[in-house]
């Protein structure tokens, strides 16, 4: 009985962990679809009753490249006591690409977590030592980290899990690399000349 019971359970986390088939065929992480448009995600996030916030991005250039806090998930928050979630999108035309959550987690969560993801994903090895493990995935263009931090006690350590729509990282570190350049210009306008 324990072991039926086990087996359902963990069923149950794998069909909230990766969600349905969302769009022909297209599969989501946490419910949500990468690559989706920024419309569409806020359209999602109300229909979940989801409290959010969109007024964050990358560096406070938020029309570049914005970022959504989502303070409450009822998706998000089956899988534990959620510390912070972050959806982030690309520029211009804003598209998902990068899910991220983490739950304050004493290993419940991560174990549970851990065995859906070894068991659905092809698994890329880990990173890191003893109190700070990161289990990489990959799910065809999805790169997925499980990131494990053991040090403290019980809701002091924490479980992290990200989805990163791998074809728009490189379009996103180009935009960061622009912003930071803008912002060094911007400091030395403002305070070059007096040097």
């Known amino acids: ?35 989706m ?25 938020a029309k570049d490249l914005p970022v959504y806090k989502v303070n409450s998930d009822p998706i998000m928050g089956k899988h534990g006591q959620m510390t912070e979630a972050w959806l982030q999108f690309t520029p211009p035309p804003h598209k998902l690409y990068l899910v991220s959550v983490t739950w304050a987690d004493a290993g419940s ?30 799910d065809g263009d999805v790169y997925i980290r499980l990131t494990r931090n053991s040090f403290g006690f019980g809701k002091d350590q924490s479980t992290k899990l990200e989805y990163i729509f791998q074809p728009a ?16 210009k911007e400091k030395l306008k403002s305070s070059g000349a007096d040097l």
């Open 37 to 61: 448009d920024a419309s569409s995600v806020d359209k999602q996030l109300k229909t979940r009753g989801s409290v959010f916030d969109t007024g964050y991005g990358y560096k406070g250039y």
């Open 169 to 184: 990282v490189p379009v996103v570190e180009n935009m960061k690399a622009k912003i930071d350049q803008a912002i060094k």
């Open 109 to 138: 969560t991560f174990r549970l977590l851990k065995d859906v993801l070894d068991q659905k994903y092809v698994s890329n090895g880990t990173e890191g030592r003893k109190f700070h493990r990161r289990y990489l995935y990959q």
């Open 1 to 35: 009985m324990f072991t039926n019971r086990y087996h359902i359970r963990r069923l149950l986390w794998m069909a909230l962990l990766t969600g349905s088939v969302a769009m022909a065929g297209s599969p989501t992480y946490l419910g949500f679809t990468l690559n």
